[in-house]
């Protein structure tokens, strides 16, 4: 299959969705979707939410697969083919990271959330949760779902819990410091004045960050960018209308700009503006390169 991922019709039906034509992309990553007991959202919102996510990520990443598990009325996930397959892929190493829009898609409680954590880091796969700011940090949450499991005596402690968390995240986000994985460039460090975790440079790929904006915006070819750097156009393209490399974090499709101790810019103002114009021009003439 090639091309975007289509999902059946009704989109509520079960299925598995998979590209064969990103058999060789570096990082495979794949979305989980459900309608949960909360109906937050449709599943085809899922699937955007998701790949949009992902698109903020490193470049050489690509959504290559889909398991939809539909809907259903107090159904155990364990009971699902969909579910099932999609654990047998992940302990085969069929992909690199799964990405949902939110935890209710892990599981209809608590014990179906913790089995599924449990295999997927079992299986050494990334945990990516959009609405959580990102990607799942086994060590240090399972830990604390442990800690929380004496209070979730039932669903509304459950809830308040999470919302906890996600006020503690918000707070950390309001204050200037990323909670998003940093794109190509940057990696994600401890600053030990700050106590936070903020973005630094890494510095063979921001080399390369560098050296395609600057050519870009003096009207290189495209073509001769992704040849010299060894980048497939979507990587390139990915790159090029990310903002953050203007210091700062993209959160919910809008740059959060940061302090330059946080996040250090990459580019400066014009040159990324000159590099949107030439990528623009590039697509609106049909010139891949």
């Known amino acids: 299959m090639s091309g975007r991922l289509e999902l059946p019709q009704p989109d509520t ?9 990103l058999a060789d992309a570096p990082r495979r990553f ?11 959202r449709s599943i ?10 992902v698109e903020t990520l490193a470049p050489a990443i690509a959504v290559d697969g889909l398991y939809n598990l539909g809907e259903h009325s107090g159904f155990s996930m364990t009971e699902s083919d969909v579910y099932r397959q999609m654990l047998e892929d992940a302990r085969l190493g069929r992909f690199q990271g799964l990405v949902v829009r939110d935890t209710s898609r892990l599981g209809r409680d608590y014990w179906e959330k913790l089995g599924t954590l449990r295999d997927l880091r079992g299986a050494k796969v990334e945990l990516h949760v959009v609405e959580d700011g990102g990607r799942f940090d086994f060590e240090d949450r399972l830990s604390k779902v442990k800690s929380w499991a004496s209070t979730w005596a039932d669903e509304e402690k459950k809830k308040e819990e999470i919302r906890k968390a996600v006020r503690a995240t918000d707070a950390i986000r309001g204050a200037g410091f990323p909670t998003v994985t940093p794109p190509f460039g940057y990696v994600a460090a401890r600053d030990a004045s700050l106590g936070r975790k903020v973005w630094r440079e890494d510095a063979r790929a921001a080399a390369t960050v560098r050296a395609c904006f600057a050519g870009a915006a003096e009207g290189r070819a495209l ?4 040849r010299e750097h060894k980048l497939t156009y979507a990587q390139l393209d990915r790159m090029l209308r990310n903002p953050s490399y203007l210091g700062g974090f ?3 499709g809008e740059l959060r700009r ?4 946080v996040v250090p810019p990459l580019v400066d103002e014009p040159t990324f503006a000159r590099a ?3 990528r623009g021009g590039a697509r609106a003439g049909g010139d891949k390169g």
């Not at 039906?13 to 034509?21: F, N």
């Not at 085809?44 to 996510?53: F, G, L, T």
Request: net charge neutral; hydrophobic share 45%; charged share 30%.
């Open 223 to 226: 073509a001769d960018l992704q």
């Open 276 to 278: 949107q114009a030439r």
């Open 258 to 261: 940061c302090a330059p101790d």
């Open 44 to 53: 085809p919102q899922q699937v955007a939410d998701c790949a949009a996510y």
């Open 30 to 40: 794949r979305i989980l979707t459900r309608v949960s007991d909360d109906k937050l």
């Open 13 to 21: 039906r079960a299925a598995i969705v998979l590209r064969d034509d």
């Open 250 to 252: 993209l959160w919910k």
